[in-house]
């Protein structure tokens, strides 16, 4: 991956928007947490708040951090540039376009918000 240039970062989680939604996704983290799709969702908030450790890294950057749901990003970009990405995944909007900076496989292997702090410091 390469570092990202660009000061907007694009956090796409593996979940629709709407208070439907986040309601299934709180009981699906409590009853059946292994099988819940959405690793940046569990690392960066619990079952009812965003995690402290996280919040407090995100409100300190001085980049600029857009969070979408997989449907919010379809219709805001998908349309328009075409873009098929599996989720969750982040982003950095450059020059070129939408590059990943942080993959799908590499979320899933991470266990904390520590975790994800720690790659993104390495990349941005």
Known sequence: ????TSKEII?????????RNAVLDSMHKVFSPSTYECK?????YGVISENRTWKKFRQNS???????????????YA?????????PIVLVAGDNGLEVLITTQELNELKTSQGLIRLLKERI
Do not use: R, W
């Open 62 to 76: 001085p980049h600029k951090m857009v969070f979408l749901h997989k449907d919010e990003f379809a219709k805001q």
């Open 79 to 87: 349309s328009k540039f075409g873009y098929k990405f599996e989720f």
């Open 40 to 44: 940046l969702c569990d690392i960066t």
């Open 11 to 19: 956090f796409i989680y593996n979940a629709n928007s709407g208070v």
């Open 1 to 4: 991956m390469k570092k990202a």
